[in-house]
Each structure stands twice: as structure tokens, then as C-alpha cells.
């Protein structure tokens, strides 16, 4: 759904050109899109992201996990994981997305490169239920307690359904929502259309 | 509890709340046992009246506040502590232990995480105690209303003896608050504890309700 | 994990005087929990220990007591319904979630174009105001936790003066959702300049005594002075951003490094310290107040006194940004913070994440560094790495 591009990405003594122009000879083609200047967004196939981020971290100045985060794209039945990857010598951050199947989701862990990456692996273990195999606390409750439903971030998951299930109403509140408020009482034109 | 004034109808301390049936089997003891000193009270009606009084008014006068910052809401209590609010002067302090305290300010919003161990910490406290709930996702959820981990009513889980409203209430509506509860002590109104007592029974069963993974005792001594 | 059973605890053997026969359990070891009901802990998070005498053999942080599922719940709102609830993410310091929302959404919106100067100005003051208003708070809550109870009554007063700006310049006190989409809520009210300055008269007069009550005072140099290290070599394998970063000599600041806002037109300093221990820490945050106050005053000089503050808005009811992905950050007073934010073309935020900086201070860094600290510095360690709970779990 994203326009991928790197026309406005200027060549001529760009960090962010150079990394991009390195990658894409030793792994190949990714599509980029450059979202500003110190921003550069790869997408990278699940079986490259390891060597990517190895070579990253050992022989580039993008050093630092700024980020681990999953996206929920419910209709293609993926999960969009997230690496935020930093280089504070030279102030660019790098996107790196995998795209993981959403029935069997799971990924490697990049714990033996980023000592904190084992955090948010067990948060989008226990947020999204992604299986990050050899990280360390994989199930370990983080913030949820005694949780039985589906994992709640998950885009399928209902929240109000679940609020209204398990946490009662004080009587005499009948609904929330503000249109429904306003048009009973202001008369129904007074508010949108 | 304040009878509804329809005179003072911004009054929240007033609204019905969710109350427990009667009848419920105490599991405590809910008599004068509780308190320290409890057996040398005289037997004549009148004066066991004016020695409650004076109990009464010795017990609105020196509130120790529980140091657990449930939520947002604790970051007005440092302030209201410090010169320019300054608690102290209404005989307000804050009380390290649950065991030290007789009020517990529940500031904001529960998750069902926090009141495994609110309810904990309440109930270790010593007889008689007082709860303040602060913010108006106390009373109704406010703006989590719709979110999976917080817990919408909480007198369905814990007896609340003043409500402050706002988002978040200012040390001001605070020190209001505060009065209100001195006020319902002397007059020996608010019996909040009291209450939770005679129906532990049915706030177990709510409780039990929203935290899944049960483990605490009967009743945390 | 969940409250203890006493009877299953390693350590309570020791009180009977009969040890488990078969268990591995050291009888020396005691297993303590530290918070979420305990006066030194930082809001509402809890650390569980395990204790020989008084030193720590090995600790884990227990978080997830304060969320709400702030994410979720954005999901299912409109882009305008959302600042409400990033102003709570982190409750002491709620601008710059404010703004972080407010500027993904208008790069992906293409709105950032339109915001006008005087409305960049505002934000930058707000911001500084907020970075001010919490250092002041940290500075008195760090001596707080050594059982100093005389600084921390002054900061928390001269940080109340500054929170009446805030409610004159917003109409809240500690929550202020000021800044808005193409700028911010309302102009500067007459004679707020003036005001502000006389508070950063005060603030800056009573310095010297805090200095005499808390970096000169000898008592807190013995508590602080190589107390609770944080290895340089973490810095990368962790993350780590802010004062925790600056106290290892490090000159990094989002607003140096990747200017917003006005802050590329403003003089100020990136303050450092050697030693990366708590005092090194406390001592970063001291120099960032007089910082602050520097930046105010720059901006209530050079900020002009005509013009928008808002840009003209579309519908806020039906608005509707392009599918997109970004990343935004921003220096907070505890390092950087950032929103992932992914929009997709339809009138809801797709998906938002928050980076903060207590993720990794709270949970990584300082569960490597509890072996070996003695249970006394614990409290004035996690104030030093400022562990915000709200911000980790959300």
C-alpha cells in the first residue's frame, strides 16, 4: 500500500544514500522509501532480516535499537514487525519491516545483538502473541495478569465487547457515545449530519 | 453514607452507589473490638454517646494517608503535601505501611493488576479506615471506558467513602474532599469499613470476578 | 509475579529454623518485594529482590500495574479524540506526547507545512516549560529518597509556581492538551511574559541554596559519588538516551541531533558529566534547569507577538490522513521519546507505539544493575535512571 521511491534521496554525500546503496549491494534490491531526511524505510524479505541486522550492527555505525514494534494488517493476514535501527554518529534512523504470517507468527529473536530487545519481544509476545523463539522470558506475563482472551492488540480483538463483559456499569449511565447524547438532546440536526 | 441532597445535586458524594445486599455472614469482627482500647468504654448510653464523639472527633482529626500512588492522581499529593497546600495543617500525613494508615487515596483509574493489591493493602489496614477515590475514572470509568484492563465502578470492589472528581482534581479539590470525609467521621457516618465487613462475602464475589487468577487469603490480616 | 504465599517463600525456613530438606534454596536468601506499596518506589511499579543481608543478589522489575491500553484505545478514535489520552501516557510530563502525536499526524498529513511561526514558538515554550517543571520535580524527589526532606519541599513549591503558567497558558495544571494539530489551543494571555520571567527570577535565585543542600552537601556526595555505575559499553547494546546518557560524557540531545521545532535557532548547551553515577546524574539534571530557563527566556524574547497561532484546520470530525508510517521523537526531560505511527488513509490512527526512554532505564538497565547494590541506594537509583511506570506499560 506504501509508494516505494528514493528519488528525492540525495546521492551526493548522503549518509543515508551510502547505507542504502551498501545494502542493496549485498542483499539485494529492498524497496526504500525515504519518510525525511534522517528516516529511511527498507523492506526486507523474514528470511534477510537477521544477516541485515548482524551486518548492521557489527560493521555500520547503526548501532543502537531504537525500537521493536509489531502492526496488525488484519486484511492481508500479516504482521508488519518493525526494527527501528539508529546510528547516533551520524543521527539516521533506518525502518527495517518483515512482513510474518499472521496464522504462525514468529520471528527470530534479535536478543544476541540488542541486550533490551528481549523486552519487547516479550511485549509483542504477550501483546500480539508473536512467538520469538530463543528469547529469553518468552511467556513471561510483562503487563498483563491471569489474561485468558486473545492477545489484546490484536486488531480482532474486541475491547468494548471484553469491557462490557467483564466490567460492570454503574446503573443509570445508559451509553457513551456523545452523537447519540447530543441529538437527544439538542434534536438531531443540531449535530453532524 | 451522605443521604442524596436534591438540593445540592453537583454533590457526588451523594450519588447512589452500588450497594451490597444485606444479611451477608461477616467474616471479621465487625463490634468496637477492632479498636485499640475498645473494652473500657462506660456502659451508660449517655456518656458511651460523648466518649464515640470524642473518638470520633480524635479520629477526623489525624488522617494518615497510605503511600500508594494507584494512578495519575498521585501527582497532586506530593504538592498538597509541601508549603503551599500543606496537609498538615487539617492533620493529614502520609503513612509508609498499610498497617500506619487509616485512609487509602485511590488516585485514578485500577487495573485489575492494581487492585489484586489495592485490596490487599485495604484490608491489612487497621479498623477504622476510610477510602477517597479520585478522578472520575473512579466513579464511571471516565475516559477508559472502553478499555480491557480497567475496572469501571469501584465501589462494586472496595466500600468508597468520598468521590473527587475531576481529571485530574486539583490539591484544592482535594483538601474539599478531605473535609467532606472529616466531616462524615465526627458525625460517624462514614462506615465504609464497617460495611465492607458485613458483606465481605459479595465484594469477594465481584473481585473475584475481574481477577482471573485468584491466590490471596480470605482476609489479609 | 502475583502477592506471595509466605509458606512457599524461600527465606521464611529461616524463621522456623528447619530447612526444607531436598530444596536447593540458600537459606541465607530472603525474597523481598519492593513496591508497588512502598513510599521510595517510583509510582506504581514494583522491583521483586532477593536479598542476602542487605545487599541484592538478583532482582526483576514487575511492571503493567497502570495500563490502559492507550494504543487500543487510540485505534478506535478519531485523530482528535486521541490527545486526551497521550497527554496521560506520561503524567508528569504530558507535552511532549502532545506533540508527538500532533507532529507524526501532520507529516503523514502533510499538515506541517501550515503550521505557523508563532504556534512553533509556543510549542517550544511549552515543551521547555515541561522538561523544566519535571528536572525541578526529579531534583528534589533524588534527595527525597536519601531521607532529605528539605529540598524536596522547596522544588516541589517552585515547581507549583510554574504550574500556575501552565494553568494560565492552558486551563490545566498538570494535564494542559495545549498543543493541537496546526499549532496550539490559544494564544499567550497578556502579561503571561512577565509572570513567567518573575517565576524564573525565583527559580533561579533559590539555585544556589538547592546547590548547598544537594551537590555540595557532603553527606549526599559520600550516598552518590560512584554509587550504582552504569557501564559506558551499555549505551549501545541498551539504547540509552537522555541524562543517563549525558551523565557518561556523552554531548547527545534529540534537539541538537535531530533539530524541531525552534530549538535550531536557540543557544543553549547539551550538559554533560563524567562518571555515570548518580551523583553525575543528579549533577546533569542541575545544569539542564539552568539550561531551561535559559531557552524560556531566549523564546519569550525572540517569539513574535502577531500572527496565528493555529493553522486552518479541516473538519476535525471527518478528517482522513494517507496511509503512511513514520517515526517522530523528542527530547523529554528522561532522553528520547518517539511515537511510531502508522496511518491507513481511513479517519483512525492504525497503529501508535511509544518508545520511551523508562522502557529500557526501567527494565533492562536497572535489572542489570541491582547484583550487588546495597537495598539502600535501590529507591535513589531508580529516581536517578527516572523510571516512569506509565510510560512503560501504558
Not at chain 2, 503551599?84 to 487495573?111: E, H, K, T
Not at chain 2, 482535594?174 to 462524615?184: E, K, N, P
Not at chain 3, 503523514?108 to 520535580?137: C, F, H, N, Y
Request: negative net charge; contains cysteine; glycine residues 8%.
Amino acid at each position: 500500500m506504501f509508494d516505494f521511491n528514493h528519488s528525492n534521496l540525495d546521492e551526493n554525500g548522503n549518509p543515508g544514500a551510502e547505507i542504502v546503496s551498501r545494502i542493496h549491494d549485498r542483499f539485494g534490491n529492498f524497496p526504500v522509501h525515504v519518510q525525511k531526511p534522517d528516516l529511511i524505510r527498507l523492506n526486507v524479505p523474514q528470511t534477510d532480516i537477521i544477516p541485515l541486522l548482524s551486518w548492521l550492527r557489527t560493521e555500520t555505525p547503526f548501532v543502537q535499537l531504537t525500537h521493536l514494534t509489531a502492526i496488525d494488517w488484519l486484511e492481508e493476514d500479516e504482521f508488519e514487525l518493525v526494527y527501528l535501527i539508529t546510528a547516533p554518529s551520524l543521527c539516521i534512523s533506518l525502518m527495517v519491516c518483515i512482513r510474518v504470517n499472521r496464522e504462525k507468527a514468529e520471528a527470530e529473536s534479535v536478543f544476541n545483538l540488542w541486550l533490551q530487545a528481549e523486552t519487547y519481544e516479550q511485549e509483542l509476545h504477550e501483546m500480539f502473541g508473536i512467538h520469538f523463539p530463543g528469547s529469553p522470558r518468552q511467556g513471561v506475563p510483562f503487563i498483563l495478569e491471569g489474561w485468558q482472551d486473545m492477545p489484546p492488540m490484536r486488531r480482532d480483538f474486541d475491547t468494548v465487547e471484553y469491557c462490557n463483559r467483564t466490567h460492570p456499569e454503574r446503573p443509570g449511565r445508559e451509553h457513551h457515545d456523545s452523537r447519540i447524547y447530543v441529538g437527544r438532546k439538542f434534536g438531531e440536526k443540531g449535530y453532524l449530519k | 453514607m451522605r443521604k442524596f441532597d436534591p438540593d445540592r445535586p453537583w454533590d457526588l458524594t451523594t450519588l447512589p452507589t452500588t450497594m451490597a445486599p444485606k444479611g451477608s455472614k461477616p467474616h471479621a469482627p465487625t463490634d468496637d473490638r477492632c479498636f485499640l482500647g475498645a473494652g473500657d468504654v462506660p456502659a451508660a448510653p449517655k456518656l458511651q454517646e460523648a466518649v464515640a464523639t470524642i473518638k470520633n472527633w480524635f479520629r477526623a482529626s489525624s488522617l494518615n494517608v497510605l503511600a500508594f500512588g494507584t494512578g495519575c492522581g498521585a501527582i497532586e499529593l506530593r504538592p498538597l503535601s509541601t508549603s503551599r497546600f500543606d496537609m498538615s495543617r487539617f492533620g493529614i500525613s502520609g503513612a509508609p505501611s498499610p498497617r500506619q494508615a487509616n485512609v487509602f487515596i485511590i488516585s485514578g483509574y485500577l487495573s485489575t493488576k492494581t487492585l489484586k493489591r489495592v485490596i490487599r493493602s485495604y484490608e491489612q489496614m487497621p479498623n477504622p479506615k476510610w477510602v477517597v477515590a479520585l478522578g472520575s475514572c473512579t466513579i464511571n470509568g471516565g475516559m477508559y471506558w472502553d478499555s480491557y484492563n480497567t475496572i469501571k465502578v469501584l465501589d462494586l470492589y472496595m466500600p468508597v467513602d468520598v468521590y473527587i472528581t475531576g481529571c485530574m482534581p486539583r490539591p484544592e479539590a482535594l483538601i474539599a474532599g478531605f473535609d467532606y470525609l472529616m466531616q462524615d467521621i465526627k458525625k460517624g457516618e462514614a462506615n465504609g469499613w464497617h460495611h465492607y465487613l458485613e458483606n465481605l462475602e459479595w465484594y469477594r464475589d465481584n473481585q473475584k470476578k475481574v481477577i482471573t487468577d485468584w491466590d490471596l487469603p480470605n482476609y489479609s490480616w | 509475579m502475583s502477592v506471595f504465599d509466605y509458606n512457599t517463600q524461600p527465606g521464611f525456613d529461616l524463621i522456623s529454623e528447619t530447612p526444607n530438606a531436598g530444596t536447593t534454596v540458600d537459606p541465607k536468601e530472603v525474597q523481598l518485594w519492593f513496591g508497588p506499596q512502598h513510599p521510595g518506589i517510583t509510582g506504581n511499579m514494583s522491583v521483586q529482590l532477593w536479598m542476602e543481608g542487605d545487599s541484592i543478589k538478583r532482582g526483576i522489575t514487575h511492571v503493567g500495574y497502570l495500563h490502559r491500553g492507550f494504543e487500543k484505545l487510540m485505534e478506535r478514535r478519531k485523530f482528535i479524540q486521541s490527545f486526551p489520552i497521550v497527554c496521560r501516557m506520561c503524567v508528569a510530563e504530558p507535552d511532549t506526547t502532545e506533540y508527538l502525536l500532533a507532529s507524526s499526524l501532520e507529516e503523514l498529513s502533510g499538515l506541517d507545512k501550515e503550521v505557523p511561526e508563532k504556534a512553533q514558538w509556543l510549542r517550544t515554550l511549552i515543551m521547555e516549560m515541561s522538561r523544566l517543571q519535571v528536572t525541578l520535580m526529579v531534583l528534589g524527589g533524588q534527595v527525597g529518597t536519601m531521607g532529605m526532606g528539605t529540598a524536596p519541599n522547596w522544588t516541589y513549591t517552585l515547581r507549583d509556581f510554574l504550574l500556575d503558567s501552565f494553568e494560565e497558558l492552558t486551563g490545566g495544571r498538570v494535564y494542559h492538551m495545549y498543543i493541537a494539530y496546526g499549532g496550539v489551543r490559544r494564544d499567550l494571555t497578556k502579561g503571561f511574559a512577565q509572570r513567567l520571567e518573575a517565576t524564573l527570577d525565583l527559580i533561579e535565585e533559590r539555585l544556589p541554596y538547592l546547590d548547598d543542600l544537594i551537590l555540595n552537601s557532603a553527606v549526599f556526595q559520600a550516598r552518590t559519588k560512584g554509587v550504582s555505575v552504569v557501564p559506558t559499553e551499555w549505551a549501545d547494546e541498551i539504547g540509552i538516551t537522555g541524562p543517563t546518557l549525558r551523565a557518561m560524557g556523552v554531548a547527545s540531545d534529540v534537539r541538537r541531533d535531530y533539530p524541531y521545532l525552534k530549538y535550531p535557532e536557540l543557544d543553549f548547551d547539551i550538559c554533560t558529566a563524567e562518571g555515570s553515577d548518580i551523583y553525575a546524574r543528579t549533577k546533569v539534571r542541575r545544569d539542564e534547569i539552568s539550561q531551561s530557563i535559559h531557552i524560556i527566556r531566549q523564546i519569550l524574547q525572540m517569539m513574535p507577538h502577531e500572527g496565528a497561532y493555529c493553522a486552518k484546520l479541516p473538519n476535525m470530525l471527518t478528517w482522513t490522513i494517507p496511509a503512511g508510517m513514520t517515526y517522530t521523537r523528542a527530547e523529554s526531560s528522561r532522553g528520547e521519546m518517539g511515537f511510531v505511527m502508522v496511518t491507513d488513509g481511513s479517519d483512525k490512527i492504525r497503529r501508535v507505539h511509544l518508545r520511551g526512554p523508562s522502557y529500557t532505564n526501567a527494565v533492562t538497565i536497572l535489572e542489570r544493575m541491582l547484583p550487588g547494590m546495597n537495598i539502600a541506594d535501590l529507591s535513589a537509583t531508580m529516581v536517578s535512571l527516572q523510571t516512569c511506570p506509565p510510560e512503560i506499560e501504558r
